[in-house]
């Protein structure tokens, strides 16, 4: 694909400006995907839409990355175990309180199955390792257990061992128990007892006995076998190559002017694809730009908010100060608010401010969704903090002023990475899941 001309993607008269334009990037194509198990991806759409895994048994995956909202939850930073209801009409009750935001904003799912994402979560602090005896690098070494099929299966520990995301808090439930009391794996831990859940229902024992051979022939049903099957569902569901970008790349039908002039921008002047480079628009690396910082920050719990430094929370290195995982672009049109904390909710003004940088942050004004909780004062904390603000600036540096109409045509160019088919999701919400619990849809 690379050399194809501009004037495939669109207008003709492109064409003669594709001097300063970068090539563009390959197509998308089977290759770059893992082969995906239908019968174990189908095993995996029930627990990640049963609330089941969540300690309270009131909380499932989905909550927080549903279709309706493009496998994010709609919201700046959400909330997680002890609310109710989806996206922005989320809302707590007098009763099992969230004590704070989910510090960073929801990221999407499209195309977490590609052997590219090595890398997950907005600092990265997962990463596919070969040197290491799990094939990982996290946070919880000490913990860390074989049998991750995948970095996209070993994603699915971080969540359910969370208080504020899906374990729930102290003493309210087993599951909480034995994440505060330090217990993972190995007998008794939150792990199994996950796992002991699952195994407890018929349905989800003869799901995983007839997708794997071992556990039908009496091996005992382990976290990873839910981990494992919940990643084959996100890599069948939210695989994502059908946009009309992907069909432009492929020289099935041009993109339309406005797109291509967009294309043009993005990768040429406006430097975008500096970052957001390769056939998913990721270089998976990390960068500050001085997306504004809303909630609690990822702090330790006993702060009640700090400075977000990103990248170097997981390096521990300065020059890591304030960057953040560059995040794919796919069907980013439908997966706002946008930035690692949702600081904003307007697609144009993300793009406008993003490219300042600096002063895109210095001139920041609140477009944060957020639902109402009793510590929302420290939404503001960081924002508010004329130091903390600098510091975050001086971080990302100088960017470039773009006009309005620069700004137009670049949203034009991201709605064509907007691909129907992948958001709707091939097995889409199930009626019912095996636990009888609710599911949101």
């Given at each position: 694909m690379r050399g194809r001309t501009w004037a495939w993607l669109g207008a003709a008269w492109l064409a003669?400006?594709?001097?300063?334009?970068?090539?563009?990037?390959?197509?998308?194509?089977?290759?770059?995907?893992?082969?995906?198990?239908?019968?174990?991806?189908?095993?995996?759409?029930?627990?990640?839409?049963?609330?089941?895994?969540?300690?309270?048994?009131?909380?499932?995956?989905?909550t927080c990355h549903h279709p309706r909202f493009a496998t994010s939850d709609g919201l700046s930073l959400?909330?997680?175990?002890?609310?109710?209801?989806?996206?922005?009409?989320?809302?707590?009750?007098?009763?099992?309180?969230?004590?704070?935001?989910?510090?960073?904003?929801?990221?999407?799912?499209?195309?977490?199955?590609?052997?590219?994402?090595?890398?997950?979560?907005?600092?990265?602090?997962?990463?596919?390792?070969?040197?290491?005896?799990?094939?990982?690098?996290?946070?919880?070494?000490?913990?860390?257990?074989?049998?991750?099929?995948?970095?996209?299966?070993?994603?699915?520990?971080?969540?359910?061992?969370?208080?504020?995301?899906?374990?729930?808090?102290?003493s309210e439930n087993e599951i909480a128990k034995a994440v505060r009391s330090g217990r993972i794996t190995g007998e008794g831990g939150a792990w199994d007892r996950i796992a002991a859940r699952v195994a407890e229902i018929p349905a989800y024992q003869a799901g995983f006995e007839s997708v794997y051979p071992d556990i039908a022939a009496g091996r005992a049903l382990d976290f990873t076998d839910i981990s494992n099957a919940i990643a084959a569902f996100v890599a069948f569901e939210w695989r994502s190559d059908t946009s009309p970008f992907d069909a432009a790349l492929r020289g099935e039908t041009p993109l339309s002017p406005a797109a291509a002039a967009g294309a043009e921008l993005f990768y040429g002047a406006a430097g975008c694809a500096e970052c957001h480079s390769g056939p998913f628009l990721t270089d998976h690396q990390f960068h500050a730009m001085a997306a504004p910082q809303?909630?609690?920050?990822?702090?330790?719990?006993?702060?009640?908010?700090?400075?977000?430094?990103?990248?170097?929370?997981?390096?521990?290195?300065?020059?890591?100060?304030?960057?953040?995982?560059?995040?794919?672009?796919?069907?980013?049109?439908?997966?706002?608010?946008?930035?690692?904390?949702?600081g904003h909710r307007d697609l144009a003004s993300f793009v406008t401010d993003h490219a300042?940088?600096?002063?895109?942050?210095?001139?920041?004004?609140?477009?944060?969704?957020?639902?109402?909780?009793?510590?929302?004062?420290?939404?503001?904390?960081?924002?508010?903090?004329?130091?903390?603000?600098?510091?975050?600036?001086?971080?990302?540096?100088p960017g470039i002023a773009l006009s309005a109409d620069e700004v137009s045509a670049i949203v034009a160019f991201l709605e064509s990475l907007t691909d129907p088919e992948a958001i709707a999701g091939r097995l889409g919400i199930p009626e019912s899941v095996p636990s009888g619990l609710p599911v949101e849809r």
């Open positions: 003669a400006t594709t001097a300063a334009a970068q090539d563009l990037p390959r197509a998308v194509t089977d290759a770059d995907y893992a082969p995906v198990n239908r019968a174990e991806a189908e095993l995996g759409q029930l627990l990640f839409f049963d609330p089941i895994l969540a300690g309270n048994r009131n909380i499932s995956c989905a959400g909330l997680g175990e002890g609310a109710i209801g989806l996206g922005p009409d989320r809302h707590v009750t007098d009763t099992n309180i969230p004590e704070q935001h989910i510090p960073r904003n929801s990221p999407a799912l499209f195309n977490l199955g590609a052997a590219e994402f090595t890398r997950l979560f907005h600092d990265g602090r997962i990463e596919a390792d070969p040197s290491r005896p799990s094939g990982l690098r996290t946070p919880m070494e000490d913990e860390m257990v074989t049998g991750f099929v995948s970095i996209l299966s070993a994603q699915t520990m971080f969540p359910v061992l969370s208080p504020d995301e899906m374990a729930g808090h102290y809303l909630g609690p920050g990822k702090a330790e719990r006993f702060e009640s908010h700090s400075r977000d430094e990103g990248r170097a929370r997981v390096t521990n290195r300065a020059e890591d100060r304030f960057a953040f995982r560059t995040p794919s672009l796919r069907n980013v049109a439908r997966t706002g608010p946008w930035g690692h904390a949702g300042a940088r600096a002063e895109g942050l210095a001139r920041y004004q609140s477009q944060a969704l957020l639902p109402e909780l009793s510590v929302s004062k420290y939404v503001w904390a960081i924002l508010n903090d004329a130091a903390a603000r600098a510091e975050i600036a001086a971080a990302a540096g």
